[in-house]
């Protein structure tokens, strides 16, 4: 077993895994592809689970035009989008005069992660499937009921076929202020072969009333974890 073959196993746990002779190990082991955060810029929000979330800022009011509903950050990495959803007009008593009510947005972040093209081999996806762990956190920002929704697909190599996905839409609790970051995870094993991708979305909403507020995430990670399940 050559030297950096022999790392790759010790160093990983990785006794019992399928580990050809044809690989290159060291750019293996230089790639370290296990036990590391995969997705790109992962807090785009420019913020850390660590710290308190910032209390938001008492917004500008626009001088003309429609509601804005651009998020701040850097969202390199990133494909995102912006749905904004109709006026919630229920709960008002008929007859009622309201100058103006406030309007909500999903703001959609996703990435594509290539399994082989950071480092992992198909025989160690097929074979030996190990964990893949999703993490993210998100604000507590109390603009709705439903401020957050995660996504997350393992793929084919067509990147379209789904193997196995979760989905999280978490319901908040607003009867008393609480403003923290909230951990959600999700653990994929026993899979099955085939996976070549994985597929991250989180949907974050926002709302517009006089400015803009925004829920913001932070820390968010896909991770193949070194060593085998015991399914």
Not at 48 to 77: A, C, I, M, N, Y
Request: aromatic share 10%; proline share 9%.
């Amino acid at each position: 077993m050559s030297e950096w073959k022999k790392r790759c196993e010790d160093e990983w746990s990785l006794q019992g895994a399928p580990m050809p002779d044809t690989l290159d190990w060291k750019s293996v082991y230089d790639v370290k592809p296990l036990g590391r955060n995969m997705l790109k810029n992962p807090s785009p929000h420019g913020v850390s689970k660590d710290v308190p979330p910032p209390e938001p800022d008492l917004p500008e009011v626009p001088t003309r035009g429609p509601p804005r509903f651009q998020p701040h950050g850097d969202f390199s990495g990133w494909t995102t989008s912006i749905e904004t959803l109709p006026y919630d007009s229920s709960g008002i008593p008929a007859g009622a005069v309201i100058c103006q009510l406030p309007q909500c947005s999903w703001f959609t972040m996703e990435q594509v992660v290539d399994l082989k093209a950071e480092g992992l081999w198909e025989e160690l996806l097929d074979d030996f499937q190990p964990e893949i762990v999703v993490q993210d956190w998100y604000e507590e920002s109390q603009l709705h009921k439903f401020i957050y929704e995660l996504h997350v697909k393992l793929l084919g190599a067509d990147k379209s076929t789904v193997i196995s996905e979760h989905t999280a839409n978490p319901t908040e609790d607003r009867s008393a202020y609480s403003h923290n970051w909230k951990e959600v995870s999700h653990v994929f094993s026993g899979y099955g072969p085939g996976v070549r991708y994985v597929h991250f979305q989180h949907r974050l909403k926002n709302q517009f009333l006089n400015g803009f507020y925004g829920t913001l995430s932070s820390d968010s990670s896909v991770m193949v974890r070194p060593t085998k399940t015991s399914a």
